[in-house]
């Protein structure tokens, strides 16, 4: 097989006369995907494969054509067959010439050996999740583990061209104990087996935190959410931190400026690209500009927009290395952490709600952050710091902002999280937040 590198060097050598920019962006992995269905690690899937995604742009027109092959001749022809498409698009009000290359420092520790060996049997890592949610006493278990060893190389028309080896386990386990359920997630760049038990730890654990039912009234509530529901809340704010974003209206920080108070002042939110720990770290974003960790929210206060090439050139700042070659994107995130231990939180909550988990995340009204999300399996209901009942399904209906504004307390550990709800990887730790809106789930 050809390297990643390779593929992408020849792809922009035989479109660059073609094109006034050319990118090409290779990314192969060999993954291994573990079911597991009623306790058992029912299905094993493996697979090699590689992507190709090329972005070209001629009188200020762009276009971005992905595709599953990975011959290079076949590639360079499909796209310059695009090229006529491509003169009868606007010209891009967001343009900007791909910057020229500048030296880029390698991350260590993207590759992890350990996930590289268990790609052929991966059942032992599997079976030690499922293990430590048994010894909680559930009745049955369901999940995914996936690991992968990729490559990913990027290569622009401006000279620049670079290649990174590195690994990823992303896993997640529910747990079920008669009525109950139980959730938890874990997303890393490597194979931990403390936490990958964790997993199944915790999501045994809120399964069988209580076999009560309990009921609410909707309105105001103080709420615990879990780094499975932080993860998934601060992924929108990720977003909205888009300039794209911004520049389309779809974030909320569309009515601030940098150094506008936007949170409480607990609140710190960072896009760490070069945290080796998470699983989309890189040394340098999709046109080639070297990654920097930085502040997005810190201490409450508005620090940075993501930038590429060109949203920077259109409000007239510097790209922050966040390319997306269209949008760009936080890589990872990382969250600020408090005192408190979980217990401690529980105690600090006294009266209200501990949600582990959330889906069916959807904005109302992206300027003003108006949301609602459907809490998913454990909803706890705590009185006089007890908990009392679980309440089923809840809606949290209010604006992010407001979450943000109101957050009280923050827990003193940082949980991994990556899976489906949380698609950017996020440390994120459990967090009291004060008079959240909660409604029934289907009015």
């Known amino acids: 097989m050809r390297e990643s590198?390779?593929?992408?060097?020849?792809?922009?050598?035989?479109?660059?006369?073609?094109?006034?920019?050319?990118?090409?962006?290779v990314t192969s992995k060999d993954e291994s995907m573990v079911k597991i269905w009623n306790t058992e690690p029912s299905i094993v899937q493996s697979w090699i494969e590689t992507s190709v995604t090329v972005y070209i742009a001629k009188n200020r027109r762009t276009l971005v054509l992905s595709l599953s092959i990975d011959d290079p001749s076949e590639i360079i022809k499909r796209v310059k067959a695009a090229g006529p498409a491509l003169l009868k698009l606007e010209a891009s009000d967001i343009y900007a010439p791909l910057p020229e290359p500048t030296e880029w420092k390698p991350i260590e520790g993207l590759l992890d050996r350990a996930i590289a060996k268990a790609l052929d049997d991966p059942k032992d890592v599997a079976e030690a999740m499922i293990a430590s949610a048994l010894d909680r006493g559930v009745d049955r278990v369901a999940g995914t583990l996936d690991l992968v060893y990729g490559k990913r190389a990027v290569v622009t028309s401006k000279g620049f061209s670079g290649e990174e080896k590195m690994t990823s386990v992303e896993a997640y386990l529910r747990a079920f104990k008669d009525e109950m359920s139980g959730h938890w997630a874990y997303g890393a760049r490597h194979l931990d087996l403390k936490s990958i038990e964790e997993v199944g730890d915790k999501a045994g654990y809120y399964a069988t935190l209580t076999d009560r039912k309990a009921d609410y009234t909707p309105g105001k509530y103080d709420v615990i959410i879990s780094p499975l529901v932080v993860g998934n809340l601060v992924n929108y704010v990720g977003f909205m931190a888009s300039a794209a974003a911004i520049l389309m209206g779809y974030s909320m920080f569309l009515k601030y400026k940098v150094g506008d108070k936007v949170a409480s002042e607990i609140i710190s939110m960072y896009d760490v690209p070069r945290d080796h720990e998470l699983p989309s770290s890189t040394a340098f974003d999709d046109e080639g500009v070297p990654t920097y960790d930085k502040p997005i929210i810190e201490k409450g206060i508005l620090r940075n927009i993501l930038h590429n090439s060109g949203t920077a050139s259109k409000m007239g700042t510097k790209s922050t290395g966040n390319a997306g070659l269209i949008f760009p994107i936080p890589w990872n995130l990382r969250l600020s952490t408090g005192s408190l231990s979980e217990d401690d939180l529980a105690a600090e909550l006294e009266n209200g709600i501990i949600i582990n988990n959330n889906w069916y995340t959807r904005l109302q009204n992206y300027v003003e952050g108006a949301?609602?999300?459907?809490?998913?399996?454990a909803t706890l209901l705590v009185k006089n710091g007890e908990v009392v009942g679980d309440l089923g399904r809840i809606r949290i209906s209010d604006k992010i902002g407001n979450l943000l504004k109101n957050a009280s307390a923050l827990g003193k550990t940082l949980y991994k999280i990556k899976w489906w709800e949380v698609e950017t990887p996020t440390k994120a730790p459990y967090m009291l937040i004060r008079d959240v809106n909660i409604t029934k789930p289907f009015a």
Not at 5 to 25: H, N, R
Not at 371 to 377: A, E, K, M, W, Y
């Open 5 to 25: 590198i390779e593929i992408a060097e020849e792809i922009v050598k035989g479109l660059k006369t073609e094109f006034d920019d050319v990118t090409a962006i």
């Open 371 to 377: 949301f609602s999300t459907v809490s998913r399996d």
